[in-house]
């Protein structure tokens, strides 16, 4: 019998030790290969790409994506519509992006925002009005430029905001946010959610080393959503925090408006290709910041149109801008048989001529630092002359 009960115990004491290893071992794989977000990201000098939302009544009013290079701390910020159209395939139908979101569970809506830039985005931020209020009031205010005062008083609430540089608190903040007067420009409440995203990121790494103190960091991590835990949020705020507000280039994606069973759909220009190609070049200048060579400069860009096309000068403005160029004169060229696209460079800064050049696929650059106003109607006061001929499809060059 004694000897009968040994062995038993002896196997028992061999299971117990197997399942203890195996445990261990389980353990140990877990903690392993249990990567934080962050870490995956920095680790590989890559840029970090966040969704910001500002939410009314569950659906984005706001929402933006930061891309940011940490090498540079340089960034850009893309606009999103709520009324982009897109094909949704998990409904069977075409349908506003923002039928997408879900505060709570952004991951669906960050995969369609993903496909439409071409950029993975991996993390995501997002809070309500509410919250917003008690977050604007936390940090002291945000600091916003309104060119004239406004003083309404035909809406559901009054809106009166005073102008010139000043500090609005929470609830002077939704105010802002919010208001639409009748008879102003329909791009203006546009601009205005632009920039108070923008101020609202420069309190946040004003307001860093407060906000992450022990005695105020429960309550704000509170006030916000995120797709990873407390820890990876730490690290995220902390490199959102850095991003250097005043260079940050601000791009809005653009289309045509098509009716889609009584709603008004913005659909990208060039099924999409456009906003993807804007978005790689961005980055691209993100890091090439770390080279030596800075893209802070908004060149300024003469379009002529040297085809018999009527409307090209001004649809190839369009284009150019959306890469972030300023088209300060449009108009036609001293001819109209133009067979070959080309750029006249005044700047004598040749990687900038290459970029613009490759934005259009152009190979034609010639280098004129001394422009004579006078001489074809080019106008030596600004950066670069594009004249566009008939080799340019309104996107290409097409060889």
Not at 170 to 180: E, H, I, M
Not at 206 to 213: G, I, V
Not at 354 to 374: F, H, K, Q
Not at 375 to 396: A, E, H, Q, S, Y
């Amino acid at each position: 019998m004694r000897a009968g009960a040994s062995r038993v115990d002896a196997s028992l004491f061999v299971l117990l030790l197997m399942l203890v290893l195996l445990v261990g071992g389980a353990a140990a794989v877990y903690f392993a290969i249990r990567v934080d977000p962050m870490d995956a990201v920095l680790s590989g000098d890559r840029i970090v790409n966040t969704l910001l939302v500002i939410e009314k009544d569950g659906k984005p009013i706001a929402s933006h994506v930061l891309m940011y290079y940490p090498e540079t701390q340089r960034a850009a910020l893309f606009d999103i519509p709520g009324e982009l159209g897109q094909i949704i395939r998990s409904l069977g139908r075409v349908d506003r992006i923002d039928v997408l979101y879900d505060g709570r569970h952004p991951q669906s809506y960050m995969r369609e925002l993903s496909g439409v830039l071409g950029a993975d985005i991996q993390f995501c931020l997002s809070l309500d009005e509410s919250d917003l209020e008690e977050l604007v009031d936390l940090m002291s205010g945000v600091d916003v430029f309104i060119p004239d005062a406004v003083v309404a008083y035909d809406q559901k609430d009054r809106v009166l905001l005073p102008a010139g540089s000043v500090r609005l608190d929470g609830r002077k903040a939704l105010t802002y946010l919010n208001y639409q007067l009748p008879d102003e420009d329909e791009s203006l409440p546009i601009i205005r959610k632009q920039r108070f995203t923008l101020s609202l990121l420069k309190r946040f790494g004003e307001s860093y080393r407060f906000l992450m103190s022990k005695p105020v960091q429960p309550f704000f991590l509170s006030l916000l959503r995120s797709n990873v835990d407390a820890r990876s949020f730490a690290r995220l705020f902390e490199e959102i925090a850095q991003v250097d507000v005043d260079r940050i280039n601000v791009q809005r994606v653009q289309g045509n408006l098509r009716d889609v069973s009584g709603v008004q759909l913005l659909f990208p220009y060039y099924d999409g290709s456009l906003i993807k190609d804007i978005v790689k070049q961005a980055l691209a200048s993100l890091v090439r910041d770390s080279d030596g060579w800075s893209a802070d400069r908004v060149y300024t860009v003469e379009v002529l149109n040297g085809t018999p096309m009527q409307g090209m000068a001004r649809k190839t403005a369009e284009l150019l801008q959306g890469f972030g160029y300023d088209a300060v004169k449009i108009g036609n060229a001293d001819r109209s048989d133009y067979t070959e696209t080309s750029i006249i460079d005044r700047t004598g800064d040749g990687k900038a001529a290459r970029l613009l050049a490759e934005t259009i696929r152009c190979e034609s650059i010639s280098v004129e630092a001394n422009a004579d106003g006078g001489d074809g109607g080019f106008d030596d006061g600004v950066d670069f002359t594009l004249i566009i001929g008939k080799d340019f499809n309104g996107r290409f060059v097409i060889r």
